[in-house]
């Protein structure tokens, strides 16, 4: 079954300290994404990929960085967090052959 | 911004009423999708609909996409309690096949 994993699914971090989000995707897609909801808001794109080794900046990529090692996995990394990143993040994988991109769960940052 | 700058938008409803919301888009997009977000949950897909058809039915679903006025409508027919989530509606942003998403409408069905 298709599937998107995030982890952690929660995390509390200070600031200035380093985060770092993971995602995993059984989907064999090429795509990946990085997107953040902020409390009555849509979802904006931070980064994405279009295949192992490849990272490209989104709308609103300042302050992040992005890692993808694999096809299977995406990784999200904030060096320096600020309380600005406090939100949900969400990872979503895709590819021109499919529908729509599928998305994981969510993981809520909270940064104090 | 793909989208205009409105906020999240909440309708409640009574059950088994119908209900319509609305998005318009500034960009041209092949597509509209339309997600369902359940609180705590992902973004799921209910609907996609492309730039050559003019509605699109799944179940007690009903999307409309008029590309002229570069809007789209989604309708829920005989709201059910379960209907009850978060609905965003998003285009094609034009690079590997990710997605721009508008601001969403709560839908809140009352029993």
């Known amino acids: 079954e298709a599937a998107v994993t995030q982890s952690p699914r929660n995390k509390v971090a200070v600031t200035g300290g380093k985060v770092t989000l993971s995602c995993n995707q059984t989907n064999n897609h090429n795509n990946m994404y990085w997107y953040r909801q902020d409390t009555g808001h849509g979802l904006r794109l931070i980064h994405y990929s279009y295949g192992a080794g490849s990272t490209e900046k989104g709308d609103i990529p300042d302050g992040y960085k992005a890692s993808r090692p694999s096809q299977e996995n995406f990784s999200l990394i904030l060096e320096l967090a600020t309380p600005s990143q406090t939100s949900v993040y969400f990872c979503?994988?895709?590819?021109?052959?499919?529908?729509?991109?599928?998305f994981g769960e969510g993981t809520r940052l909270s940064v104090l | 911004s793909q989208w205009g700058e409105e906020n999240l938008q909440a309708l409640s409803i009574q059950e088994g009423e119908d209900v319509t919301m609305n998005c318009s888009y500034k960009t041209y997009t092949t597509v509209v999708h339309w997600y369902r977000q359940d609180s705590g949950r992902g973004p799921a897909l209910i609907i996609l609909?492309?730039?050559?058809?003019r509605e699109k039915r799944s179940g007690r679903l009903r999307a409309t996409l008029d590309t002229s006025s570069q809007s789209s409508s989604l309708s829920i027919t005989a709201a059910q309690c379960e209907d009850t989530a978060v609905y965003f509606c998003?285009?094609?942003?034009?690079?590997?096949?990710?997605?721009?998403f508008g601001s969403g409408t709560k839908v809140i069905v009352l029993p």
């Open positions: 979503a994988s895709g590819d021109a052959c499919n529908q729509a991109p599928l």
């Open positions: 609909i492309r730039s050559n058809e």
């Open positions: 998003a285009t094609d942003a034009g690079f590997a096949s990710a997605l721009t």
